[in-house]
């Protein structure tokens, strides 16, 4: 299996939704959206995913689950597939990572990492 069969890039943008937090309750709501590239030779197929976010107080959720937003998408090479997604936390800033895990036509699965990206609330951060 060559190295440029499975190359998978992710591009995050994050927004925080103000008219659904609610601070004074330790609730702050931050949609992200997902690009994801297949940049490889191989058509794949997204299966699984797996986030570990982090507030800022370090307390972690982990959210395991098939496909993204209900699907499993099919990715040919040259292609990409895009979603938006949400997640609430308790603090103005956190952090979000994990992976997908994908598989080929022939059926090996691998795992698409999905570098650590901060979540926070504007002017929060210096």
Same mark, same amino acid.
């Given at each position: 299996?060559?190295? $440029?069969?499975? &190359?998978?890039?992710?591009?995050?943008? %994050?927004?925080?939704?103000? =008219?659904? !937090?609610?601070?004074? /309750? /330790? @609730?702050?709501?931050?949609?992200?959206?997902? %690009?994801? &590239?297949?940049?490889?030779?191989?058509?794949?197929?997204?299966?699984? &995913?797996?986030?570990?976010?982090?507030?800022? @107080?370090?307390?972690?959720?982990?959210? &395991?689950?098939?496909?993204?937003?209900?699907?499993?998408?099919?990715?040919?090479?040259?292609? =990409? *597939?895009?979603?938006?997604?949400?997640?609430?936390?308790? $603090?103005?800033?956190? $952090? +979000?990572?994990?992976?997908?895990? +994908? @598989?080929?036509?022939?059926? *090996? $699965?691998?795992?698409?990492?999905?570098?650590? *990206? %901060?979540? !926070?609330?504007?002017? !929060?951060?210096?």
């Amino acid at each position: 299996m060559s190295s $440029t069969e499975h &190359r998978i890039e992710i591009e995050v943008a %994050t927004a925080y939704i103000e =008219e659904q !937090s609610d601070p004074e /309750s /330790s @609730r702050f709501v931050f949609a992200y959206h997902i %690009t994801i &590239r297949n940049v490889g030779d191989a058509p794949v197929q997204l299966l699984n &995913r797996h986030w570990i976010i982090r507030d800022g @107080r370090d307390q972690t959720q982990e959210v &395991r689950g098939e496909g993204v937003v209900g699907k499993q998408p099919h990715i040919p090479p040259g292609e =990409e *597939f895009e979603y938006t997604s949400g997640t609430v936390i308790e $603090t103005p800033v956190g $952090t +979000m990572e994990g992976n997908y895990e +994908m @598989r080929d036509e022939s059926g *090996f $699965t691998f795992q698409a990492p999905i570098p650590p *990206f %901060t979540l !926070s609330v504007p002017h !929060s951060l210096h």
